[in-house]
């Protein structure tokens, strides 16, 4: 158990739907972390929070947003949903930044869009 | 643009042999290096890392070999279990924005058969 909790474990939501994805980082971890993972490919970095503040970008789509509150849980705001976007979103959460210290990653919410 | 690439989709072992994963970046200026070990319905658990500046690092049955002027790296399981069956990810680390994103490869299916 990784200490990171994520829910919904399963969404199916239909095309032009917005959903939102929930997690909860490790106690004491600061960082939040998103990835997405479609099918057959790696894990895509889509963003960072840091104690509430953005801190790094990947490949994130215009349509998605997310925040991190102050209890440090995070949320991932996915909209205009399209057959695409069906995927595996994983978050993870870190105590410290850089430095190679491993990311712990919760169990993921498999999405999917018809 | 994949930076973190590895080719072989899958590997077969048998049970008390050695396992040889490999992964090839594009990088340079990539900072440190993880290799994740992921079961089905799991996220992604944390095995062993590398510092750019180290060409090997040990933990038990797992030996990771850095090799940068071939921008490749390699994780050694000896002896292979049973247990090691799993999808294992290399990661690489981009510290350049202060934030520690995780560039991931698409993954290598390890079957360690007994």
């Known amino acids: 158990d990784s200490g990171v909790t994520q829910t919904p474990k399963h969404l199916i939501t239909a095309t032009g739907q917005r959903v939102t994805l929930r997690c909860s980082p490790r106690?004491?971890?600061?960082?939040v972390y998103w990835y997405q993972q479609s099918l057959d490919q790696g894990l895509q970095f889509l963003i960072q929070?840091?104690?509430?503040?953005?801190?790094a970008k990947g490949n994130i789509l215009e349509r998605f947003s997310a925040q991190q509150f102050p209890d440090l849980h995070s949320e991932l705001n996915l909209s205009s949903l399209e057959l695409g976007d069906s995927a595996l979103y994983f978050c993870?959460?870190?105590?410290?930044?850089?430095?190679?210290?491993?990311?712990?990653f919760g169990n993921g919410t498999r999405l999917t869009v018809t | 643009d994949q930076q973190v690439k590895q080719n072989s989709p899958s590997l077969s072992v048998q049970e008390g042999r050695i396992s040889i994963l490999n992964c090839d970046y594009t990088?340079?200026?990539?900072?440190?290096f993880l290799w994740y070990k992921k079961y089905p319905a799991e996220g992604p658990t944390f095995l062993i890392s590398?510092?750019?500046?180290?060409d090997k690092n040990e933990d038990g049955r797992f030996t990771v070999f850095l090799n940068k002027s071939a921008k490749h790296l390699s994780l050694h399981i000896v002896p292979s279990q049973p247990g090691d069956s799993a999808v294992y990810f290399c990661?690489?680390?981009?510290?350049?924005?202060?934030?520690?994103?995780?560039?991931f490869g698409t993954g290598t299916r390890l079957t360690v058969i007994p």
């Open positions: 590398i510092s750019s500046i180290k």
């Open positions: 993870a959460s870190s105590s410290r930044t850089g430095g190679g210290s491993p990311l712990h």
């Open positions: 106690s004491g971890d600061l960082s």
């Open positions: 929070y840091y104690n509430g503040e953005e801190r």
């Open positions: 990661a690489a680390e981009d510290n350049q924005t202060g934030a520690n994103n995780l560039f």
């Open positions: 990088n340079s200026m990539f900072d440190y």
